[in-house]
């Protein structure tokens, strides 16, 4: 298919911080940038996240991936000495995300704002970056020629600051996520014996992952916050993940018909190696069948054979298809919990 032309940037306006606090957008070519946003995701996690297993550099493919898309993204510095930049030291993190247009206007396009600050400096910069984000929206808005977006922001429980100023600016929590986790041992070497008529294979080639994206589009269908995406827009996210691995893909047949996939990464931080199911859906005509438990537990057996000590997935926590008593059921349990937040923007 055609390529679809990247919206158009924002002005690339600056937030507006107190002093001695200066800001720049992000050179995320340049290595000192590139060590500086490493730098300020580790101290993040090290702070609000319980076993983070997305690396340092998944950040910076993530910023990267925003800015190809027509955002932007900036930094927050200190004064400071020694190793610091000519600017001082990086201490916080934003970024504008507009890769969801909705370019049929049907609806709103939705945007997101993401924010990281040092824990060290907490509670001084969290409303102003999101401020910023609301008014990088409106600037958006306004080269894009649409009335009105939706901007959400994701919020890590433990970021009580960061929370606080969401409040602050009029977003609303709308949804609770549970990264989950299980531990991998002996039991999880073997997946036990498939439900009747369930066959899973390992998908290979671009029929079987254009048979994934169709049952991912099927079965995501009536999840909260949804957003339809061609397979070409769903490949290039998936596979220009930092933990991206295609053999970590499978499909399941149920009586011959494709009805199931998974969609597996490897994560880990500092040589803490494990597996994440990065997406997983059954058709809803074939659940409770047994099908996604199944997909699970060939994940998890592979994750098993490689050695790794744990499997990792993230979960809308008021799902309605039931899915976190399935992974309760298979022994997963929450680790981290992050709130989804949003309101509405008007070109002005």
């Not at 295609?246 to 011959?256: E, H, K």
Request: glycine share 10%.
């Amino acid at each position: 298919m055609p390529p679809v032309d990247p919206a158009p940037a924002p002005a690339v306006e600056l937030p507006h911080v107190p002093e001695p606090f200066t800001t720049r957008p992000l050179d995320l070519a340049d290595d000192a940038d590139a060590d500086a946003v490493r730098d300020v995701v580790r101290a993040f996690d090290a702070a609000y996240v319980r076993h983070p297993s997305d690396p340092p550099e998944a950040a910076l493919e993530y910023l990267r991936g925003v800015v190809e898309d027509g955002g932007t993204a900036v930094a927050v510095e200190e004064p400071g000495a020694g190793d610091a930049g000519p600017g001082g030291r990086v201490v916080a993190l934003a970024a504008l995300e507009v890769s969801d247009r909705a370019e049929d206007g049907a609806k709103d396009p939705e945007l997101f704002v993401e924010v990281f600050v040092r824990p060290d400096r907490a509670g001084r910069l969290e409303t102003d970056l999101l401020g910023w984000g609301l008014r990088a929206a409106r600037s958006w808005l306004a080269a894009d020629g649409r009335a009105a977006a939706r901007v959400e922001t994701g919020v890590e429980r433990e970021d009580e600051a960061l929370g606080a100023g969401a409040r602050d600016h009029g977003f609303t929590r709308e949804r609770t996520f549970w990264r989950m986790e299980r531990a991998l041992g002996a039991g999880t070497a073997h997946p036990p014996a498939a439900p009747p008529g369930v066959v899973v294979r390992q998908a290979q080639g671009r029929a079987d992952h254009e048979t994934a994206h169709r049952l991912r589009e099927a079965s995501f269908v009536e999840h909260w916050g949804h957003r339809p995406r061609t397979f070409d827009e769903w490949w290039t996210r998936l596979t220009r993940s930092v933990g991206a691995d295609l053999d970590q893909w499978w499909l399941a047949d149920l009586d011959g018909e494709p009805v199931g996939f998974c969609v597996g990464e490897t994560r880990g931080v500092d040589g803490d190696a494990g597996g994440y199911v990065r997406s997983l859906g059954v058709l809803p005509a074939a659940r409770g069948r047994g099908v996604a438990r199944h997909l699970l537990r060939v994940a998890f057996a592979e994750h098993t054979r490689r050695g790794w000590a744990w499997s990792q997935l993230t979960v809308d926590s008021e799902n309605s298809t039931g899915a976190t008593d399935l992974y309760r059921s298979v022994g997963m349990e929450p680790v981290e919990v992050i709130d989804a937040y949003a309101t509405r923007v008007v070109r002005g």
